[in-house]
């Protein structure tokens, strides 16, 4: 059983290690084609935040933002993998963040052809989101019936 969850987060996790590989390799000076991806859709989510935070309070750099997803996507990938909660955790902040971004299919109306693409792909994201829950809630429950099994009997006079 352990062979085989340990292959399994293996698996898992190579989608996000050379997802975040792929990206380190093309990441220049300018980013990447990723910052490029990037860089509208975060322009889009300034503006829209702008509004309760107040102008200028927010810094968002495409080639920054390429970073950080870099550092999230391939560092918990590993720590994933050595079946870490921490990387789980890692894994998980940067689906939350990039997801609504990135996949943005609400923008679209249902007759269109990206409508579908992109609902997709967020779908796929919710599900590997869902995936990283479960393997969380999995191991808080293993830990609870180790703790419960050491802890000592009183012994009955």
């Not at 990441?27 to 990447?32: A, H, I, M, S, V």
């Not at 590997?128 to 419960?148: E, H």
Request: proline share 4%.
């Amino acid at each position: 059983m352990g062979f085989f969850s340990f292959l399994g987060r293996v698996l898992f996790a190579s989608i996000f290690i050379l997802s975040a590989w792929q990206m380190f390799n093309e990441f220049g000076e300018d980013g990447g084609p990723a910052a490029k991806e990037w860089a509208p859709k975060l322009g889009l989510v300034k503006k829209s935040i702008e509004g309760t935070i107040g102008k200028n309070n927010l810094y968002s750099d495409a080639r920054t933002f390429v970073a950080t997803c870099i550092f999230l996507k391939g560092f918990g990938g590993l720590l994933f993998v050595l079946g870490s909660s921490f990387g789980a955790f890692l894994l998980m902040v940067y689906l939350i963040l990039t997801t609504p971004i990135l996949y943005d299919y609400y923008n679209y109306s249902i007759g269109e052809p990206k409508f579908f693409t992109l609902l997709h792909e967020f779908l796929q994201c919710v599900a590997f989101l869902g995936a990283l829950l479960f393997f969380l809630g999995m191991k808080n429950s293993i830990l609870r019936k180790q703790q419960k099994k050491k802890a000592p009997k009183p012994k009955a006079s």
